[in-house]
């Protein structure tokens, strides 16, 4: 049995879908049980329980001899897994596949605050006494859709990142399709793979939308003083804003680069595009 932690979100609600289309043998824990039926699917096993009450782990975790976690950003996030790890441990769970973040910002002494709790998390699992596998996925395209109301409002892209700089992108359906294969196939113990699909840039990002649409979408470079005043205006809390800042900082500088083979090798099928990205969410940016 597969225990799946985050599975309501963005890249988690990937990973069941593929562990569904494998027939796997899973069970998410969810602090609210209805509300993931809802978007998870009536066939979904879901067992209630939260993140930061280590019994109801205990409980939820309860016949499991594999795990995959994920949870959301926060300031208490490397407490919140590191206590997981521990949880899933005492209980018998042999196998945690750890979602982490990519290789540019997962550093002990980055400056971002999300960046060293992966670290600290990735650290904590690689010291247990169970089996581990890391996924750290490249830049999602998923975060592009943020973009919409700027395409739809002002018929621009705006972004404090430069235009031609190279970026590992990947689509989360294909974490998720990855995640599904270590979870349920042999000879991924004790690896970290990177996952990224394909290098472009937000030029290329920029041709795509202006294709689908039929009339040019121009990327702007914007200072990064403007994206944090916007940031703040939105309420965004100081430690997310670093994060932002400091992701955007490391992309620019082109650390972020890095395709490989990983997502094919590991799931059998080649990486999504960006051009499949923006034809599948086309409608979005439409308004």
């Known amino acids: 049995m597969i225990g799946i932690i985050g599975g309501t979100g963005n890249t988690g609600s990937c990973v069941v879908a593929s562990l569904k289309s494998k027939n796997a043998d899973f069970v998410c824990l969810a602090r609210d049980p209805l509300a993931a039926k809802e978007k998870?699917?009536?066939?979904?096993?879901?067992?209630?329980?939260d993140i930061n009450d280590p019994a109801s782990i205990e409980i939820g975790l309860s016949g499991c001899t594999k795990l995959f976690l994920l949870s959301g950003h926060n300031p208490t996030m490397a407490q919140q897994?590191?206590?997981?790890?521990?949880?899933?441990?005492?209980?018998?769970?042999?196998?945690i596949v750890k979602l982490s973040g990519g290789d540019a910002i997962v550093q002990e002494n980055t400056p971002a605050m999300i960046g060293r709790a992966h670290w600290e998390i990735e650290q904590a699992l690689k010291s247990s006494n169970v089996d581990w596998i890391i996924l750290r996925p490249a830049f999602f395209m998923q975060n592009l859709l943020n973009t919409a109301p700027m395409v739809i409002g002002q018929a621009k892209i705006m972004m404090p990142i430069i235009a031609d700089v190279k970026i590992a992108m990947i689509d989360v359906r294909d974490?998720?399709?990855v995640?599904?294969?270590?979870?349920?196939?042999?000879?991924?113990?004790?690896?970290?793979?990177?996952?990224g699909g394909y290098d472009y840039t937000l030029n290329d990002f920029s041709n795509?939308?202006?294709?689908?649409?039929?009339?040019?979408?121009?990327?702007?470079?914007?200072?990064?003083?403007?994206?944090?005043?916007?940031?703040?205006?939105k309420g965004m809390p100081d430690?997310?804003?670093?994060?932002?800042?400091?992701?955007?900082?490391?992309?620019?500088?082109?650390?972020?680069?890095?395709?490989?083979?990983?997502?094919?090798?590991?799931?059998?099928?080649?990486?999504?595009?960006?051009?499949n990205f923006v034809k599948d969410n086309i409608n979005i940016f439409k308004g």
Request: proline fraction near 2%.
């Open 208 to 233: 795509k939308i202006s294709d689908e649409l039929g009339k040019k979408i121009p990327f702007v470079e914007i200072p990064i003083e403007n994206a944090v005043a916007v940031m703040k205006d």
């Open 179 to 195: 995640a599904a294969s270590v979870l349920t196939e042999d000879g991924h113990s004790k690896k970290t793979y990177f996952l």
């Open 40 to 49: 998870l699917g009536e066939d979904v096993s879901i067992v209630k329980a």
């Open 239 to 275: 430690w997310l804003i670093d994060h932002q800042v400091t992701l955007m900082g490391l992309v620019s500088s082109g650390v972020a680069a890095g395709a490989n083979a990983n997502i094919e090798n590991i799931s059998g099928h080649r990486a999504r595009s960006l051009a």
């Open 175 to 177: 974490t998720g399709d």
């Open 81 to 95: 897994e590191i206590s997981v790890i521990e949880t899933a441990e005492r209980v018998g769970v042999k196998h």
